[in-house]
C-alpha cells in the first residue's frame, strides 16, 4: 500500500555518490535541512516516461520553480551513482540534482519501494513528487496504485500549480536550424538577449532533414522559430515577434 507522509520528516540515510573520480557521500540532512526542496522519484534512469516527459519539464520549469521559493529540485531513483550521472550528461538537466537510491533505502523510507521483478527491474522507486520544507514533507503526489507506469500528478506542472497557481510559466520556443546559417546565429542572438530559452533542433542530426524541415513548417529555409507550438517563421519575422 502506498503511503503518503506528508506531515512527517524524510528518510535520514546516506546517499552514495559520485562527484568525478571521488565517492561522495551525502545525508539527507545535508539535503534537505533549512531548503525548500522538490524531489521527484521515478523508476529508473534512461526509460521513456522519465526521459521524454517527467525530467525535461521540471529542468525545464526550475527558474519558475526559484521564483518561488524553492532551493533545489531533486530527481531520485534506485539506481547507482554511475547510472545517475550518466543519465544526467545525457538529457543536459542542469537545473536538477539527480541522486542515487542505489540500495533503496530512501525509496523503502519513503513506502515508495515497490517490486518490478516482472520487468527485470527488481526493487524500484513507485513514481511520485513531494515537497519538503527543512526536512518536513509538506505535499505529496502519488501515482495512482494501477498498473504499469501511470504518470499523472507527479508532474512538474502539478507542483508548480500547488505551490503557485499563477505562476508565469514561460514560452515554450524551439528553433530549427543548420551549421554555419548567420540568420539561425541572429536568431538565437535575438531569443538570447531578450531572455527567451530555446530548444535547438539542428538539421542534418538525430535524423531531422531537409525534408522533415519542410514537412513541420511548409518552408525551406532556416531558421524557423516556433513559439508555445506557434510558427513564426525566420530571423525576420522573430524580431517583429519580439518588438510586437
Not at 15 to 27: A, I, K, M, P, S
Amino acid at each position: 500500500m502506498l503511503q503518503n507522509r506528508e506531515g512527517q520528516n524524510v528518510p535520514q540515510v546516506t546517499f552514495r555518490t559520485r562527484q568525478g573520480n571521488d565517492w561522495v557521500d551525502l545525508t539527507s540532512q545535508e539535503l534537505f535541512s533549512g531548503k525548500n526542496v522538490i524531489v521527484f522519484a521515478l523508476p529508473g534512469a534512461f526509460t521513456p516516461t522519465c526521459s521524454s516527459t517527467h525530467l525535461p519539464r521540471y529542468n525545464e520549469l526550475a527558474p519558475v520553480f526559484a521564483e518561488n521559493g524553492i532551493d533545489e529540485i531533486i530527481c531520485l531513483s534506485v539506481n547507482d551513482a554511475f547510472v545517475m550521472n550518466a543519465w544526467a550528461e545525457n538529457q543536459h538537466a542542469d537545473n536538477v540534482r539527480f541522486i542515487p537510491d542505489g540500495n533503496g533505502e530512501f525509496s523503502a523510507g519513503m513506502g515508495m519501494l515497490v517490486d518490478k521483478a516482472e520487468l527485470g527491474f527488481g526493487k524500484r522507486s513507485w513514481r511520485y513528487s513531494m515537497l519538503v520544507r527543512d526536512g518536513v514533507i509538506d505535499k505529496m503526489f502519488i501515482e495512482p496504485d494501477l498498473p504499469g507506469d501511470p504518470f499523472q500528478v507527479s508532474d512538474a506542472d502539478t507542483m508548480l500549480n500547488y505551490i503557485n497557481c499563477e505562476a508565469v510559466l514561460p514560452k515554450r520556443v524551439t528553433i530549427l536550424s543548420k551549421p554555419g546559417c548567420p540568420h539561425c546565429t541572429r536568431a538565437k542572438q535575438v531569443l538570447t538577449a531578450n531572455g527567451y530559452r530555446f530548444e535547438e533542433i539542428e538539421l542534418g542530426s538525430g535524423g531531422v532533414s531537409f525534408s522533415t524541415l519542410q514537412a513541420v513548417t511548409g518552408r525551406g529555409t532556416t531558421p524557423q522559430i516556433f513559439v508555445d507550438g506557434n510558427l513564426i517563421g525566420g530571423a525576420d519575422e522573430l524580431e517583429a515577434w519580439v518588438q510586437g
